[in-house]
């Protein structure tokens, strides 16, 4: 498998639920990062993993949780979330972690929280 | 002052038409500067990247003027297909590494 992929592609959790998502890349790239992307929004930069090792946490609320076990995986764990955190949710990779090259993302979690 | 700003549209053009997207940015230390696409539903998916001198990928042109920050995206003999929303993104510093700052985008319909 190619590309950079994520799962679930949807997710409906309420908000007292605990829940994982996951990305995987297989571009041997070494930077990894989450985004969220919310209605009429433009995309937000939530995490950066470089070589494994998390270089940005763009103020991000503690009630999502990244973990990077490997240049190749990226989670983002979810707990007790509040119904804005409705949104799309996507991964994406880069060859360093500057981006100079750009991202490729993968296809994105949509999640809904009620 | 948003840190990418464009025009959200949409444009709706017939086939065949040329169309232009412009896009200014606020960071003056932004260094690289691409095109996304976006289909609706669909993860964003690079188009170009913007070189200084101006670069021509097919039917697609994209200009960058610094001195003014402002970039541009031209597409000539619209398809169908170029049906999309199209996202100005350029990097910015930050602590220690360059983010992607991405624009709302720009959607347009190209009509038969």
């Known amino acids: 498998e190619t590309g950079v992929t994520q799962t679930p592609r949807h997710l409906v959790m309420g908000m007292t639920n605990k829940k994982s998502l996951k990305c995987e890349q297989h571009?041997?790239?070494?930077?990894m990062y989450w985004y969220k992307q919310s209605a009429k929004k433009p995309l937000e930069l939530m995490f950066v993993?470089?070589?494994?090792?998390?270089?940005e946490n763009n103020s991000v609320p503690s009630r999502f949780s990244p973990e990077c076990p490997n240049s190749s995986h990226l989670f983002l764990h979810l707990h007790t979330l509040q119904p804005e955190d409705s949104a799309l949710y996507l991964c994406?990779?880069?060859?360093?972690?500057?981006?100079?090259?750009?991202?490729?993302f993968g296809s994105g979690t949509r999640l809904t929280v009620v | 002052r948003k840190e990418v700003e464009q025009d959200p549209g949409p444009f709706n053009v017939p086939e065949g038409a040329t169309v232009a997207f412009n896009c200014t940015y606020s960071?003056?230390?932004?260094?690289?500067f691409f095109w996304y696409r976006q289909d609706c539903r669909k993860e964003p998916k690079l188009l170009m990247s913007v070189y200084s001198s101006g670069n021509e990928d097919g039917r697609f042109t994209a200009q960058l003027n610094r001195a003014s920050q402002y970039i541009s995206l031209l597409i000539r003999d619209s398809k169908l297909s170029d049906s999309a929303t199209y996202l100005c993104?350029?990097?910015?510093?930050?602590?220690?590494?360059?983010?992607?700052?991405f624009g709302t985008g720009t959607r347009l319909l190209v009509s038969p």
């Open positions: 994406a990779s880069s060859q360093d972690g500057i981006g100079l090259a750009g991202y490729t």
């Open positions: 960071n003056s230390a932004s260094q690289s």
């Open positions: 571009l041997g790239h070494n930077a």
């Open positions: 993993y470089s070589l494994e090792e998390r270089v």
């Open positions: 993104v350029v990097t910015a510093p930050d602590t220690g590494f360059q983010k992607l700052v």
